[in-house]
């Protein structure tokens, strides 16, 4: 069997969180900058058949593409990384396998086969592995496999890979395998056991490691390369270091230093040149050295878990080098803000931005957060559930509607100035229901959002069930917070604004899913700025 398109296998093991995600986008970022169409999809080992109906507790942030799939949060860092949008195909779970195999079924596509993991599951995976490679727009695809090898839940995966390097011949596909080569502090010493049973665990189900990149704490000196290289049937070349790094935008970097691009293109048989980072070394730069900085509130109910919030928190590191300013973001969580203990925790920031997040716990919280912005005059920005914390706020302290809610948090509310969309109210099944990815947006003219995006059209991805009740449009609006960015299909509110405020603004869409290192958002770069010039002007008038 020939192809044109080359593959790439990422499987982890020792213990899970070892960055599989970041090592898979920062060897694409080396062949795309080397002019390789390239692209990373992700394989999860979880039933679920997608993220969505998953607590942020659990795992993190559900990310979303522009085509409205619901995915794990790696699909954020690659397209922060590559600046390539991502899709439903580069997001597969076994829930999504498992159910399609199972429809196949019942419409009798086995012709009265026994249905089986090997072939029919693993079919089913090598078929979605190939889809992205199978489109002819990439010459590279990078897979990584979730999970650690030797999980009993990998295993269909595994078998796939094995498959695909027999099917796919020399030098069509590779494993890299990224493992934990600890450091034991009482013995003072690196030790490579953990790494060399890993590799084993991976050979008993028959795939040999072409690449090992191992992560660890201290540099690995020549003779413990060469033992790993012995003991788990890798050449010295190929034993990739991966120390552990002060950003995760360093990572490329120390992986062109370590060779790992070029031992991958040897092994694909692809020709070597030296990566164009131009760009990304400049916004390294950028982000390394600060001309100032400025103190962000994060207010939301999942603080605690920061994976939560990781789009936003990644989408704060390109605004601030954007504005060559350092923004430390303070996480406040919203359970516990109240108007006795407001001033005391929110007086000291710059900025505030309201979370989204979904059920009633913490709300209150936020609503008294957006009150004290809106009234000192601090940079705000609401992001979807924190947009609409902003109209219910204002509905209730400026419109006078002291019972003014939404219907996801009081049903019977008799001012519901945030309701259930009409597309939603049938809705029974929780899971990919929501409205989701990218929809059109018109702005008004002369508004804060024209101005910051520089264009009277844009196009930003949701995930949400509720919206402004557009009943209260025109009350809202005469009482002086503006409706600036509507859906021109659906006439539903995208953006709030209030005009006399220096900068107010809620978004009902999710402009976090779009910042890249290569495009900062502009939205989150102007939020930045104000809260940069809110912070001068504050320390003007503390000086004087």
């Known amino acids: 069997m020939t192809t044109t398109t080359k593959y790439i296998f990422v499987t982890g093991g020792v213990t899970s969180s070892l960055g599989k995600g970041i090592i898979a986008a920062s060897l694409a970022k080396l062949l795309q900058a080397q002019g390789y169409r390239t692209t990373i999809q992700k394989l999860d080992p979880y039933i679920n058949v997608d993220p969505g109906t998953l607590n942020p507790y659990e795992h993190g942030e559900c990310y979303v593409t522009d085509d409205g799939a619901e995915t794990d949060l790696d699909l954020g860092h690659y397209e922060r990384f590559l600046n390539v949008p991502t899709s439903q195909a580069n997001n597969v779970t076994t829930g999504r396998i498992y159910q399609s195999v199972i429809e196949k079924e019942r419409r009798g596509e086995f012709l009265g086969k026994t249905v089986q993991v090997i072939p029919h599951i693993t079919d089913e995976i090598k078929n979605r592995v190939q889809i992205l490679g199978n489109s002819g727009d990439y010459d590279i695809v990078i897979t990584e496999i979730g999970g650690t090898v030797g999980d009993i839940e990998s295993l269909p995966y595994v078998e796939a890979v094995r498959q695909l390097k027999w099917d796919l011949g020399e030098h069509n596909a590779i494993v890299i395998h990224l493992t934990l080569v600890p450091f034991l502090s009482a013995a003072g010493e690196l030790k490579t056991k953990p790494t060399q049973h890993s590799v084993k665990t991976l050979m008993e189900s028959g795939v040999m490691a072409d690449i090992l990149v191992c992560r660890t704490e201290h540099e690995l000196p020549s003779d413990l390369r060469r033992k790993l290289a012995l003991f788990c049937n890798v050449r010295e070349e190929a034993i990739?270091?991966?120390?552990?790094?002060?950003?995760?935008?360093?990572?490329?970097?120390?992986?062109?230093?370590?060779?790992?691009?070029?031992?991958?293109?040897?092994?694909?048989?692809?020709?070597?040149?030296?990566?164009?980072?131009?760009?990304?070394?400049?916004?390294?730069?950028?982000?390394?050295?600060?001309?100032?900085?400025?103190?962000?509130?994060?207010?939301?109910?999942?603080?605690?878990?920061?994976?939560?919030?990781?789009?936003i928190l990644e989408a704060f590191i390109h605004a601030g080098a954007a504005n060559e300013v350092k923004v430390n973001v303070e996480s406040v969580h919203s359970e516990y803000l109240n108007d006795e203990n407001i001033k005391l925790k929110l007086s000291h920031l710059d900025g505030i931005l309201v979370a989204p997040g979904f059920g009633e716990r913490g709300i209150e919280g936020k609503i008294e957060a957006v009150k004290f912005v809106r009234e000192q005059n601090i940079p705000f920005l609401g992001i979807c559930l924190g947009m609409q914390m902003a109209v219910i706020e204002y509905s209730r302290n400026i419109l006078g509607l002291t019972d003014a809610n939404s219907t996801e948090m009081e049903e019977s509310t008799n001012n519901p100035v945030i309701d259930l969309m009409e597309a939603q109210k049938s809705v029974t099944h929780?899971?990919?229901?929501?409205?989701?990815?990218?929809?059109?947006c018109k702005l008004e003219q002369d508004s804060i959002a024209a101005k910051v995006y520089d264009t009277d059209k844009i196009e930003e991805r949701h995930r949400h069930r509720y919206e402004f009740n557009s009943d209260y449009r025109?009350?809202?609006?005469?009482?002086?917070?503006?409706?600036?960015?509507?859906?021109?299909?659906?006439?539903?509110?995208?953006?709030?604004?209030?005009?006399?405020?220096?900068?107010?603004?809620?978004?009902?869409?999710?402009?976090?899913?779009?910042?890249?290192?290569?495009?900062?958002?502009?939205?989150?770069?102007?939020?930045?700025?104000?809260?940069?010039?809110?912070?001068?002007?504050?320390?003007?008038?503390?000086?004087?």
């Open 240 to 311: 990739i270091q991966s120390i552990d790094a002060s950003t995760i935008y360093d990572v490329p970097n120390l992986m062109l230093e370590q060779g790992l691009d070029k031992v991958v293109l040897k092994k694909l048989d692809l020709q070597s040149d030296t990566p164009d980072l131009t760009q990304w070394n400049e916004f390294l730069s950028r982000h390394k050295n600060p001309k100032g900085e400025v103190t962000i509130g994060l207010i939301g109910k999942y603080v605690e878990l920061q994976d939560s919030y990781k789009s």
């Open 430 to 440: 929780k899971g990919g229901t929501m409205r989701l990815g990218a929809w059109d």
């Open 474 to 544: 025109e009350q809202i609006e005469a009482a002086g917070m503006k409706a600036t960015g509507i859906n021109p299909e659906t006439g539903l509110v995208e953006i709030v604004e209030i005009p006399t405020h220096p900068w107010f603004v809620g978004v009902q869409y999710h402009p976090e899913y779009k910042s890249t290192v290569a495009n900062p958002h502009p939205l989150f770069v102007a939020f930045v700025k104000a809260a940069l010039k809110y912070s001068k002007a504050k320390n003007n008038v503390s000086m004087a």
